[in-house]
């Protein structure tokens, strides 16, 4: 069974869609395409072998087709590009990214503004700092900012919604700053929309998904000469800097050589440089056979704001080296992994930052690997850390039995996904905040790292527990639980829902569980994403595509609606929503709600829409 449902995770993680008609997750119709036939014959040696280190296919699928065709005609793959037609560098950018070209910017997909809505307001800077919508990553907005009440709350209906182009999934974190809404997409955009109508400012062509919240720079209200910049990472390991003013490129930073390099979490700007974690679908890769796993270290890098000049880097795992030869008579490389996907957040007070870790995708095992870290923030030196799981080594071979690289077929896959917090109890006493996929959440010592308390929420597993963000107000710690699928142990039950933790004794306040009931084999309960807290409310979309406003104090729901139907929006594109997953939290703002739905990866729920809701008159 184990067997099975590794098998169905290993899928999951390559984001194949349940309605696939073979096992490899391909459509057998598409894969007898001339795109197919051309990534057969030209690329597969390398790219599915990860020869000289080649992107993976799994890596290919998430740039866009117009990176891939440029790449074939002037760029990196120029000379393979070389010996094929025209059609056929068509057919193959758009076999590999599953999108036609082109269709992202088509002019009918855009509804761009007219001269009095094109126009960014100088005088309404960012209300929030970035993905944790405060340095301290509380995900809290303050009730003066979010324009909400619980009367407000509960009469909430849609103002308008935008179509994402060329679609299935909206996995970036919205921001608002100047009058618009920033957000980023699957086709590898990033949207500037008036707030007011949903018309388009201006749209920013990245290389590849944008996963990422979007971060936009502070201005004084006001200041004419401000020349605010937009920040933002690309799953291809691109670390972009756009101005906000006309939505041309500033700077772009590879964050790492790496082949496997992404960026999952969003980089997190505190006084002129930009803190970036970076991460990586090296485990994935472990898959193929012909693979040397592994040797991708995890990080977090530091940039200069303005230029994009490293100012320095902390590596998370020492260098990989031969630990011996695999069946195949591959180096077997290690240590590695120790990825780091999720944002950092600030500690002004002790000139530190926190980050939560992934596991070692290859032995040797290593000691920051599944941690919480605090690194000095002037310098990256690491001040304190502290590791919640030891010894956890896993790579997906572990699941696909498809190469000798798995390290340990046991190992749990209990990564830290959520973005750490700091936040105060209700006794005044500040704490570092940190769930993890193995369901604990930890309550650590700012200025030591030493555990204080722990508490048990979920049953977790690789794709389980807390996965990817929590919240805190008023004393409380709110914490979402997915565990809504494939294995994991059986000393826990399965508990998907929301909690709300006592933040000076992790003791449970209260917990709601999430409604099981789900129409469609994608559909799953619990909450994968993040979440925000406001005026004594938290609002949750979850993974079975509902968004919901609970009391803070008591959990009682307070209202909700569903994102997956079919809705008309304002630039004419068929959108519809799916999951809320991911890294993705709703916003409050101004009496409003604003949040991407359709997460359409993990064999979760598909969707393509922005919805910006309002409290009806």
Known sequence: ????????????????????????????????????????????????????????????????????????????????????????????????????????????????????????????????????????????????????????????????AFGFPNSSRARSHPIVAGGAILVGNHNGSVYALDRETGCLRWAFAAQAEVRTGI????????????????????????????????????????ADAHPATIITGTPTLFRGVLFVPVSSVEEAYATSPGYACCNFRGSVVALDAGSGAEKWRTWLVEPATSQGTSKEGLD???????????????????????VATGDNYSLPATGLSDSVVALDLATGRIKWHYQALAEDTWNVACVTRTSSSCPDENDPDADFGAGTVLAKAGNGKQFVLAGQKSGWVYGLDPATGHLVWKTRV???????????????????LFVPV???????????????????????????????????????AQCAPGYGGSITATAGMVIAGSDDGFLR?????????????????????????????????????????????????????????????????????
């Open 332 to 354: 077997k490389l290690g240590p590695s992994g120790v990825a780091v996907w999720n944002s950092p957040s600030i500690d002004a007070a002790r000139g530190q930052l926190y």
């Open 1 to 160: 069974m184990r067997r099975l449902l590794g098998l169905a995770l290993s899928l999951m993680l390559i984001g194949a869609a349940p309605e696939v008609k073979d096992w490899t997750g391909r459509d057998p119709a598409i894969e007898k395409s001339l795109g197919a036939q051309v990534y057969r014959e030209n690329c597969a040696a390398c790219h599915d072998a990860g020869v000289n280190r080649a992107p993976q296919r799994l890596l290919l699928q998430d740039l866009t087709p117009e990176a891939i065709h440029a790449a074939l005609i002037d760029g990196a793959m120029r000379p393979q590009g070389a010996a094929l037609s025209g059609e056929q560098k068509t057919a193959v950018a758009e076999y590999l990214s599953g999108r036609k070209l082109g269709a992202s910017t088509a002019q009918g997909t855009l509804n761009m503004c007219d001269a009095a809505h094109a126009r960014f307001d100088l005088a309404e800077p960012p209300a929030f700092t970035g993905w944790g919508l405060d340095p301290a990553s509380t995900h809290a907005v303050p009730a003066r900012v979010s324009g909400l009440s619980e009367a407000g709350a509960g009469r909430l209906t849609l103002k308008w």
């Open 549 to 617: 406003i609970f009391d803070g104090p008591t959990g009682k729901l307070l209202w909700q609606t569903d994102t997956k139907p079919s809705v008309a929006t304002v630039n004419g594109i068929a959108a519809h929503g799916g999951a809320i997953s991911g890294g993705v939290a709703p916003i409050a703002y101004k009496g409003e709600v604003i949040v991407p739905s359709g997460y359409g990866f993990a064999s979760k729920l598909p969707g393509n829409v922005l919805l910006v809701y309002e409290v009806a008159k």
């Open 215 to 254: 971060v936009v720079s502070p201005w004084r209200a006001g200041d004419a000469k401000a020349q605010p910049l937009v920040y933002f990472g690309d799953v291809k390991g691109n670390v972009y800097a756009v101005n906000l003013l006309g939505g041309t490129l500033a700077w772009k930073q590879r």
């Open 458 to 476: 979920g049953r977790g597993s690789p794709g389980g527990g807390v996965h990817f963000g929590m919240a805190a107000d008023n004393g409380l």
């Open 482 to 520: 997915t565990d809504n699928y494939f294995f994991g142990p059986n000393d826990f039950p399965a508990s998907p829902g929301l909690n709300a933790l006592d933040i000076a004794t992790g003791r449970l306040v209260w917990k709601v569980p999430s409604p099981t009931k789900c129409a469609t």
